[in-house]
């Protein structure tokens, strides 16, 4: 094994699980053909795995065999690199909250960032750039409220926001409310509407 490859792999073993490699970070060491042929060939090796472009990770190895990062732990890693906001969408938040019994069948999540796929292991999870809006309130129950709301929609909003007002903390009901200048103002309307005949 080369001295670039043993250098790549032990810089991936000691980060976390999901730390993330980029070929940038080793262009000191040689030039950037050798660095990516170098991923390359450790990720066919099944030392590294490729997360999305230019994204490496090392498999978790433990007594039951080799898997991948789990999702959390990449984007764990990629909000701390990149200090991008990473939350789940409205269709799982909606499931979270109990306000839809439909389990969504693909992985989709929203960013701050730029959309893309990333690939973890046989899963495939989206990454979708969202509105501020969206993004808003982060991965605090309110902020779930919110994006549940933009997934089932003006016609829904109502009678789910009744169910949430019964269900979140008085603080999350109140951090919802104080967000509405940023909302749609459908949306808007409709927490005013259930806070004024709550």
């Known amino acids: 094994m080369s ?7 032990s810089a991936a073993q000691t980060l976390p ?12 060491l040689a030039s950037r053909a050798a660095v990516d042929q ?23 190895v433990s007594r039951f065999g080799v898997r991948p990062p789990s999702t959390e732990a990449v984007f764990k890693a990629i909000e701390s690199t990149s200090g991008e906001v990473i939350v789940a969408n409205g269709a799982t938040e909606a499931n979270a909250l ?8 693909r ?8 959309s893309r796929k990333l690939q973890l292991g046989n899963r ?10 969206q993004l808003a309130l982060g991965a ?6 919110i994006r549940a709301l933009s997934w089932l929609g003006p016609e829904q909003a109502c009678s789910a ?20 200048a940023v909302l749609p103002s459908w949306m808007a309307r409709a927490v005013s509407e259930v806070s004024a005949h709550a």
């Not at 699980?17 to 000191?28: I, M, Q, R, W």
């Not at 795995?49 to 490496?56: E, F, L, T, W």
């Not at 605090?140 to 409220?145: N, S, W």
């Open 17 to 28: 699980e999901g730390g993330l490699l980029s070929a940038k970070e080793f262009l000191h």
């Open 107 to 114: 992985e989709v999540f929203l960013t701050s960032g730029r």
């Open 124 to 133: 495939a999870v989206e990454l979708k750039h969202g509105n501020r809006w």
């Open 98 to 105: 109990g306000l839809t019994t439909q389990v969504p069948t």
């Open 140 to 145: 605090r129950p309110a902020g779930m409220a």
């Open 161 to 180: 926001l009744k169910v949430l007002k019964s269900k979140l903390p008085s603080e999350e009901w109140a951090a919802m409310r104080s967000a509405r």
């Open 38 to 60: 170098t991923l390359t060939r450790l990720t066919r090796e099944g030392k590294l795995m490729r997360v999305g472009r230019g994204a490496y990770a090392a498999p978790v």
């Open 3 to 9: 001295q670039l490859a043993k250098t790549i792999l």
